[in-house]
C-alpha cells in the first residue's frame, strides 16, 4: 500500500424526503442567493422542481435560475452561468440533476471567481484557486459527482471532452433520496450501473501490490452493485435496489476505492474521445464498450489480479494450470453481464465504424505529446488497436 491522502468533505443528508429540507440546509450554512442550475426540464415532470421552489421560498432564500444542461455538459452554458453568478452576486451554486448537471455546476463554481475562461481549468492551462460553494440535489445514481474532486466538460469547439480533478470540485454538501431515482428509465439506470462498476474497476486495476483490504472494499462494492442492478432495472421502485445504487456511486467515486494504490483511469479517457465526438452516445454506454475491449487487450499483463476480480466477484472457479482462462472469464462474465442489463458492447450497435478511430486516437493522445500509463504504455497504435477490439 502507498502513501495516500484521504478527504471527502461533502455532508451527504441522505434518505427518504431529504430534498424537501433544501431551504433549510442552505439557509442553515447561511447562503441568501443561490444558483439553480439543473437539465432539461425532466425535474418540472416530476414535480422535484416545484418541491425545491417550495422549499426555498418558504426559507427566503433567493434564486436565479440556469437549466439546459445536455448530457456531455458544454462549456458554452457553463461560460454563461458563471457570467450570471458574477452580475447577480451569488453566493452559492445548487444543482438539482445527474452527474452532468453537477460537473456542469463545479466548473461554472470556480469559474465565477476567475478571470479565466472555464476552459482553460479543463484543459488543466489553469489551476482553480478558489469557487463558490456548490450543493447538490442527486437524481441519478452514475457518475459520483455528488462527492467526487472531479469535474467534466465538453467543449462544442472542436468536439473536445476533458476532466480535471480539484479539492474546489468537491460539493460541500449532496441530498442523496433514492426515490428520486424512480423515474430514470431502464437505460439510464443501465448506464448508471455501469458507470458506478467502472469508477471502482478502474481503481482496482493497479500495478500497486498488497492493498487487500481497498480490493475487499472494491470487491464487495461490486457484488452489491451487480445484485442491485438487476433489481432496479426490474422494479424501478425498489428502494433497496436504488439506494444501494446511489450510495454506491458516492463511494466508487470519492476515492475510497483508490486508496493506497495507483490507478490508470484508461477506459474513461478512451471513452470521452467517443463522446466527445459522437455526442449522442451516454457516457455509460461508452464504457460498456470500452471496457471489455480495454480487458481482453491488457489482462495477459496482470492475469493474477484479472483471476482474482473473476474469482471474487463472479465466483468463477479458479483454474490454476490456465489462469489465463479463469481471467478472460471473469471480462466475459462483465461483457454479459453489460449485455443483461441492454447496455451495448460493440460501437457497431451505435453505428459507429471505424471513421473516427485515427481521430479519436490522435486526441487522446494529445496529438502525440502523450501515451496513457496502463499495465503497458498505450499510445496511438495501442488505443487504435483497443478501439478495433470495440467494433
Known sequence: ??????????????????????????????????????????????????????????????????????????????????????????????????????????VIAIAALSDHDPWEFSSKKETPAKALPVGAILTLSASGSEMSSSAVLTNEDGEFKRGFNSDFNRPLFSILNPELTYSVDKFQTGCGIVDIMMHTLERYFTKTRDVDLTDQIAEGLLRSVIRAGEIAINNPEDYEARATLMWAGSLSHNDLTGAGRDYFMTCHQLEHEISGIYDSVAHGAGLSIIFPAWAKYIYKHNVEKFCQYAVRVWNIQMNFENPEETALKGIIATENYFKSIDMPVRLSELNITDEKFEEMAEKCTFFGNRTLPDYIPLGKKEIIEIFELCR
Request: charged content about 25%.
Open 1 to 106: 500500500m502507498i502513501n495516500f491522502e484521504f478527504h471527502t468533505p461533502t455532508k451527504i443528508f441522505f434518505g427518504k424526503d431529504t430534498h424537501k429540507q433544501i431551504g433549510e440546509i442552505i439557509s442553515n450554512y447561511g447562503f441568501k442567493k443561490i444558483l439553480l442550475h439543473y437539465g432539461g426540464g425532466s425535474i418540472k415532470k416530476t414535480g422535484l422542481y416545484d418541491q425545491v421552489l417550495e422549499s426555498l421560498n418558504r426559507n427566503k432564500i433567493e434564486f436565479i435560475e440556469l437549466g439546459g444542461v445536455e448530457p456531455n455538459p458544454k462549456v458554452g452554458l457553463v461560460r454563461k452561468g458563471a457570467q450570471i453568478c458574477k452580475e447577480e452576486k451569488v453566493d452559492m451554486v445548487l444543482a438539482v440533476g445527474g452527474g452532468s448537471v453537477i460537473d456542469s455546476s463545479k
